[in-house]
């Protein structure tokens, strides 16, 4: 047949109209159905039915409309109907005016879906949106039922990545690992796990290895009332697609029961596969498991998890990002050299990135490398990024506010407290939740809050490390520092920290001999730890080796070292030693790197900086950089007398003291000095503090001259930290760790009189 008779043919028989006139009549009908149903509270099976008659009638109408034509005496077929009496072209002008006509009804119900329907949806749409602010939900540890109980790795591991996908999701709150894997094994009520995580759903399951099957049973409660919204149980070959495949349907599943709606690249990363090698993904999720614990040797076999993922799957970004985590961690909770520490961190960073652009744990591993290197405002851009991709990883707002800590209390308080309402059975992150209370001077509060968390947790170093802290150097209660840092000892007696805190407290109240034992271990065990760093740094500077100290200082900062244990007391000591040399250009430099916010034009003082601002103040004047020095005073006065306001509502609060203290000291207002100093020495608490600035370093030019006040001041230092020292000795006699032959700072300075 001739194809343009053919087509001539189609048109004669109006088949092209029918089949516009259907198109857009079978369209209208279609919208006019996925608009209304869901509002008429209709199933969506129906709006499916509706598609499927309307495409099936289609090809029906075409073949209608050229098998048949309407005439005067009714529907007759095509080929009956003689060609001079053919109505055909009516017909058209009738399907004219019809196709005309559904037109313009499209066109209205276009109007009025996007004015009216919109509407309504929008408003849908809102109350959906509250919804997934509150849609939260904690991944309980999946249940090991293989035979052998011998896979419990694996469901962990399984669990754990169930809950790194859904923590990517933005709109959504996810219980951190620490928290949920708390309530492993044990049969607690689920709106009590529900309450205690501040969750309202709970996901939980099984998983079932048997030789190269896996069976994986998941369940989606809701804590209030143990209703059980969705269920499945996946039976499979084990394999890496098949695996991730489960995971990603599980998680697509629970999001769409708690009617959270997925952005394309959130959809893109549930969708990912970390890995196509069963195997080394075998090694990774031990790795995972071995990190959490954080003990050295376990980072140790995290580590060798790692490297054997990586070993099989050279591609696999995860455990690269994961292995440079346990590098960094094993540098603080172990034994790894600074340049050890650099070197491979990087590594794996890198390697990792390079695999993988938007991967958190990667990007939070560099904020970690950075924060150990001193580069604290790369370390910040590093941390928000690695939150950016996943905004529920509690360790990278605990660690972003740990960089924090230099430069604004109040962002660290706020991302230790977002950080806790996430993991809150996190010791880590429990930890600095509750140090945001010695933050705001609460330290009673501290020690009871970090009393009942070693309740609960009695091997965690950090707790006993922080109540130390408070007792030593906030409340002047030696002795019962030294205990808990012996409680620490107890749990790990190689722990460098647990060292490190007990020689500075040696130091700090005149046990030299003792202080030389303890530096010759941590030198010993971690030659080249921040622990050695730390007491080398107060060894030098305590034996007024100024020269030797200025070098170290010099050395440390250059490298990067200094900026990981700086501190008030540390940079009273640089000041000090840094002065007695006339180097005070050193100084400025670890001024300018570690607190630029005391160089910029608009200065700005804070708890965390300002005895900071006023040495470095005190270095200008003692130069006769008159400008400089000047417009420091103004903030530091003003910082004090904002301070001073607290004590209405916390009379705990004593940071007002310092600048207070000082800013009448530059003023040289003698009796503004002496009123501050009346509210000054009523308090109990700082007598380490006394007695460097006035004993061995007096800074205050009104502390040079004989006022009676001070001097009593001083005696009073003096007999406690003496009364704190014979009952130390006393503890360490009992520990058999005291040599009669050592003798007391203040016996030596005695006898040199």
Not at 28 to 51: G, H, K, M, R, Y
Not at 211 to 226: P, S
Request: proline share 3%.
């Amino acid at each position: 047949m001739d194809f343009r008779n053919l087509v001539a043919e189609l048109k004669r028989r109006n088949v092209f109209r029918v089949a516009t006139a259907y198109a857009i009549a079978g369209w209208l009908i279609i919208q006019i159905c996925a608009t209304t149903f869901p509002f008429l509270s209709l199933p969506e099976w129906l709006i499916t039915a509706v598609i499927i008659f309307v495409t099936i009638g289609f090809p029906l109408s075409l073949i209608f409309a050229w098998a048949f034509e309407l005439t005067p005496d009714g529907l007759k077929k095509s080929q009956e109907v003689d060609i001079t009496e053919s109505v055909t072209h009516r017909t058209g002008k009738k399907l004219n005016g019809i196709i005309i006509t559904v037109l313009s009804m499209a066109v209205i119900f276009l109007l009025v879906e996007r004015v009216f329907f919109a509407e309504a949806a929008f408003i849908e749409n809102q109350s959906e949106f509250a919804d997934f602010q509150t849609a939260s939900i904690a991944v309980l540890p999946f249940v090991d039922m293989s035979a052998g109980q011998d896979q419990e790795y694996f469901s962990d591991g399984l669990s754990e990545e169930l809950l790194n996908a859904l923590a990517k999701v933005k709109d959504m709150k996810v219980a951190g690992r620490t928290s949920s894997f708390k309530f492993k094994g044990q049969n607690e009520n689920l709106k009590l796990i529900g309450d205690e995580l501040n969750v309202e759903h709970i996901l939980e399951g099984s998983v079932r290895k048997s030789g190269n099957r896996i069976r994986i049973t998941a369940q989606l409660i809701k804590a209030e009332d143990g209703f059980h919204l969705w269920s499945e149980t996946f039976d499979r070959e084990l394999t890496a697609t098949n695996l991730f495949d489960i995971q990603e349907e599980i998680s697509k599943e629970v999001l769409k029961e708690l009617k959270v709606r997925l952005l394309d690249e959130e959809e893109k990363d549930i969708a990912e596969s970390p890995t196509d090698d069963i195997e080394a993904y075998n090694f990774y999720l031990k790795g995972t498991q071995y990190e959490a614990i954080r003990l050295e040797s376990d980072l140790k076999l995290a580590i060798q998890q790692y490297q054997e993922a990586v070993r099989i799957d050279p591609t696999f970004a995860k455990a690269y990002a994961r292995m440079a985590i346990a590098y960094e961690l094993l540098s603080g909770y172990g034994a790894l050299s600074n340049e050890d520490r650099l070197n491979l961190v990087r590594e794996n960073v890198d390697q990792a990135l390079f695999l993988d652009q938007n991967l958190p744990e990667a990007y939070a591993a560099l904020g970690l490398m950075y924060q150990s290197n001193g580069e604290l405002q790369k370390g910040i851009e590093a941390l928000n990024k690695a939150l950016e991709l996943n905004p529920n990883y509690a360790l990278a707002y605990s660690w972003l506010g740990n960089l924090y800590l230099f430069s604004d209390e109040q962002k660290t308080i706020k991302l230790f407290t977002r950080a806790y309402e996430i993991d809150p059975l996190n010791q880590v992150v429990s930890s600095n939740y509750v140090y945001t209370l010695m933050l705001q001077d609460r330290n009673d509060e501290a020690i009871e809050q970090y009393n009942e968390l070693i309740k609960q947790e009695p091997k965690q170093l950090l707790y006993y490390y922080r109540v130390g802290v408070i007792k030593a150097y906030s409340q002047g209660k030696i002795r019962e520092a030294f205990e808990l840092y012996f409680d620490a000892k107890e749990i790990d007696p190689d722990a460098s920290f647990t060292l490190a805190n007990i020689g500075l407290l040696s130091i700090d109240i005149g046990m030299e001999g003792y202080f030389d034992q303890v530096y010759s271990e941590v030198v010993q065990k971690y030659p080249d730890s921040g622990a050695r760093i730390f007491l080398e740094f107060w060894g030098l500077y305590k034996e007024r080796k100024y020269e030797d100290l200025a070098l170290f200082i010099q050395k440390e900062f250059e490298s990067g070292h200094l900026q990981e244990v700086i501190d008030d007391f540390q940079i009273f000591a640089i000041y000090t030693s840094l002065k007695n040399l006339n180097r005070y250009e050193l100084l400025d430099q670890i001024i300018s790197k570690i607190y630029p916010e005391l160089t910029q034009n608009s200065i700005r003082i804070t708890k965390n900086n300002h005895l900071k601002a006023i040495f470095w103040a005190k270095s200008l004047k003692e130069r006769g950089q008159e400008e400089a020095f000047q417009k420091l005073i103004d903030p530091i006065c003003d910082f004090g007398e904002s301070e001073r306001e607290k004590l209405k509502t916390n009379p705990e609060s004593d940071d007002y003291l310092y600048p207070s203290l000082f800013c009448a000291d530059f003023k040289e207002d003698r009796e503004a000095f002496l009123a501050v100093f009346e509210e000054y020495k009523e308090r109990q608490n700082l007598f380490l503090v006394y007695f460097d600035l006035l004993e061995v370093e007096p800074v205050w030019e009104f502390a040079k001259q004989p006022i009676p006040e001070i001097e009593l001041l001083k005696e009073k230092a003096k007999t406690h930290m003496e009364s704190e020292f014979r009952k130390s000795v006393e503890f360490l006699k009992i520990k058999g760790e005291w040599n009669d032959s050592w003798r007391s700072t203040f016996e030596l300075r005695e006898e040199q009189q």
